[in-house]
């Protein structure tokens, strides 16, 4: 018996079933670890997806009894495609870059796209959305989820470039030194399916230079200081077009869809704007130039002159209105100068008199005093 327990302990297809591959190559620690924790989600992963429909429909029927809006129904989807869209413009998705992801890269890029999908479903006038080079670890994925061949889009085997004429494409990079500023309906505009964490940086921009594809950038520095890169996930980019074609702002797109862990801030003015603030500046500097020229200057005594001639009391609170006038220096104020000054010297003279007078009726009480006396 216990031999054949120890038989079994060294049977090869056992060994093959918790993840160990025949001969002497072992798994390492991390890799067994990694393994078990898969097989431990794979087996409580439909109960998982149970409850989380089940908590969405509690949450969806609360919603409806407060009477808040929970969107479009499945019957008025039904009814919306990007056929009968009034919007025109094409947005190819590249998803021909499988060599440079490995498997959990792609489940992240189908989850992006199945975000992309949703969006463009649910907008009022849809893109023209494609799938171009669908194949490799892409399409298995896909082919799992199972419901992508009924999505209202056109997919596409064949690479972009091969669907498409080359001079119509332009493909969206951040590495790009062409900025986007508008959308026409004459270009198809290609989002790169990639995630590659940065490991393969620059990898679209050079592929589309490579080709000889017209390549730009979305306009996302002349709106928003960011503290980060300016890479952006295949729903980001695909959301922030599908909104400026609803706004016509890209102001009001970036701020609607970026996400908020870029942490950006909105600048003070655009780089249009900056670009031609100069030119005004100048325009204004030479017509005041000129306009200075044409002045013609009046023959009159500048006011520091007649102050300076004039001698006020400083003592009277005149003066000192005097003082702010001339520190103004303002030449039209000559006339009503002179006439503060002789006010001024007006008000001093009888403010002599009545000295005077006080002076005399003091003398003349002191001497009657001294006559009774």
Not at 263 to 274: M, Q
Request: hydrophobic share 30%.
């Amino acid at each position: 018996m216990e031999l054949q327990e120890a038989d079994l302990s060294l049977n090869p297809d056992k060994d093959c079933e918790e993840g160990k591959p025949d001969g002497d190559v072992q798994l390492s620690k991390n890799q067994l670890k990694k393994l078990k924790k898969r097989e431990k989600w794979m087996a409580i992963k439909q109960e998982k997806r149970r409850n989380a429909k089940l908590k969405r429909k509690l949450r969806l029927a609360e919603m409806r009894e407060n009477g808040e809006d929970i969107g479009p129904t499945r019957k008025s989807l039904k009814r919306k495609s990007m056929k009968n869209s009034s919007c025109k413009i094409r947005v190819a998705i590249d998803l021909s870059l499988d060599e440079y992801m490995v498997e959990k890269d792609v489940s992240s890029l189908t989850c992006q796209l199945q975000h992309s999908y949703a969006a463009n479903r649910r907008a009022e006038n849809s893109l023209q959305l494609y799938f171009c080079g669908i194949g490799g670890k892409t399409k298995e994925r896909l082919d799992k989820i199972g419901d992508y061949k009924g999505w209202d889009i056109y997919p596409e085997s064949e690479s972009y470039d091969k669907v498409f004429p080359v001079e119509s494409l332009v493909y969206l990079s951040s590495e790009s030194d062409n900025v986007l500023t508008s959308l026409s309906e004459d270009k198809v505009y290609v989002i790169g399916g990639l995630v590659d964490h940065n490991k393969h940086k620059g990898l679209c921009h050079r592929l589309a230079e490579e080709k000889g594809i017209a390549h730009a950038q979305l306009p996302i520095g002349d709106y928003l200081d960011m503290k980060t890169r300016k890479v952006l996930t295949v729903n980001q980019v695909f959301s922030i077009l599908l909104r400026y074609t609803e706004t016509k702002d890209w102001k009001k797109a970036f701020l609607a869809e970026m996400p908020q862990r870029k942490n950006v801030s909105l600048k003070e003015a655009s780089s249009t704007e900056a670009s031609a603030s100069p030119k005004e500046e100048t325009q204004n500097s030479s017509s005041c130039q000129e306009s200075k020229d044409n002045l013609v200057e009046p023959d009159v005594i500048p006011a520091k002159e007649i102050v300076d001639t004039v001698k006020v009391p400083q003592e009277t609170g005149i003066c000192e209105g005097l003082k702010s006038i001339q520190e103004t220096g303002d030449e039209g104020m000559i006339s009503e100068k002179s006439e503060l000054v002789n006010k001024g010297n007006e008000v001093d003279s009888l403010a002599k008199g009545d000295n005077q007078l006080e002076n005399k009726n003091k003398y003349s009480e002191s001497s009657l005093k001294e006559g009774d006396r």
